[in-house]
């Protein structure tokens, strides 16, 4: 290899290595202006892993990028910070987390795909429970007893209203040709005549179960249309098709009313520690928790803002729109 060549070469290498460089160095700076997710679960500390139950609206505190972030956990506990640019990959941030029931939790984090659960101590543990179900001492927190869920569903029901028989005719003479001249016998050969029946089962109201019953006269060279009355209607039509001598015909059905009405249930929620959770239906309406408190048997209505004086509680709507609530006890009470 001559001089020049070698040269050539070593001009190469030098300008692939500064596109490498390059290239790295455009990568490193797209990454510090990217925003980046950081995703987590905000927890109640306990070494039983099935009293470790979701915080609801814990604030959480990115600090180490270019401002600091704040987000709100959920009612499952999940929270997402969006760290905005200026904060390289694998950078440590700090991950702030306060809640007013719980003692503030600070964490190192690195910027990358991680999912986060943070596990915070309450300001006040459970106390113990004696062996008879009272608390021990000290404390003496309030005991809340015989827990229940109380909700309505609508639920709509059917009523006999009353009952329908109607009759009516079709005059026609027998034996007589059509030629034409229409209405004709389904072959076309006799004369025919119809008659028709209209009823109205008046507002709110339907006709059930109709039945249509040839009673008199040459049955067999009858049709009645429609054929099929078996679904309800509000209103029904029905003609007869009479091609011989005239034919009686008699209707007969039930009336009934379909009325909502609120049927009112009730379940138990699962209670875990100091932490109680229940699901009811997309459609439940007016939930209502129901407990012995002190001994004494109290309604609490939730109410739209889920307030209880003796639990802080929070509601997510899951998959199938179905509600779940957790609440979770305030300190000096405690579930027995």
């Known amino acids: 290899m001559t001089r020049q060549q070698k040269t050539i070469a070593w001009i190469a290498v030098a300008a692939v290595v500064a596109i490498l460089v390059t290239a790295r160095a455009i990568h490193a700076w ?3 202006t990217r925003p980046v997710d950081l995703i987590g679960a905000v927890l109640r500390e306990d070494s039983d892993p099935r009293k470790q139950s979701p915080i609801a609206n814990a604030k959480v505190t ?7 972030e704040i987000a709100k956990s959920d009612s499952s506990g999940f929270f997402k910070v969006t760290v905005h640019p200026g904060l390289l990959p694998g950078r440590p941030l700090t991950l702030k987390v306060e809640h007013a ?6 964490i190192t984090a690195a910027v990358k795909d991680f999912l986060y659960v943070v596990r915070m101590e309450p300001l006040v ?20 007893k015989d827990v229940r869920v109380r909700y309505s569903l609508k639920s709509q029901t059917t009523i006999n209203v009353g009952s329908l028989v ?8 027998g034996n007589v040709p059509c030629k034409g001249r229409r209405p004709c016998s389904p072959d076309g050969k006799w004369k025919a005549a119809t008659g028709t029946l209209a009823l109205d089962a008046q507002k709110g109201n339907e006709f059930r179960n109709v039945r249509v019953s040839c009673i008199a006269g040459p049955c067999p060279f009858t049709r009645l249309d429609p054929a099929d009355l078996s679904r309800p209607a509000p209103k029904i039509e029905i003609t007869a098709l009479d091609w011989s001598d005239t034919a009686s015909f008699l209707v007969e059905a039930e009336v009934t009313r379909t009325m909502e009405r609120d049927m009112v249930l009730q379940s138990y929620p699962f209670v875990n520690g100091q932490t109680m959770t229940f699901a009811l239906p997309p459609s439940a309406e007016g939930p209502s928790v129901i407990a012995d408190l002190n001994a004494e048997p109290i309604v609490f209505p939730l109410g739209p803002n889920l307030i209880l004086s003796w639990a802080t509680c929070s509601v997510e709507v899951a998959p199938g729109r179905n509600k779940i609530y957790r609440c979770e006890l305030k300190p000096g009470y405690q579930f027995q």
């Open 101 to 106: 029931e719980y003692r503030p939790l600070e």
């Open 30 to 32: 797209r990454s510090s």
């Open 125 to 144: 543990r459970e106390p113990p429970v004696a062996p008879d179900h009272t608390p021990a001492a000290p404390g003496q927190p309030i005991p809340i």
């Open 166 to 173: 109607r009759q009516f005719e079709v005059v026609n003479s």
């Open 62 to 68: 990115a600090v180490g990028g270019s401002t600091d």
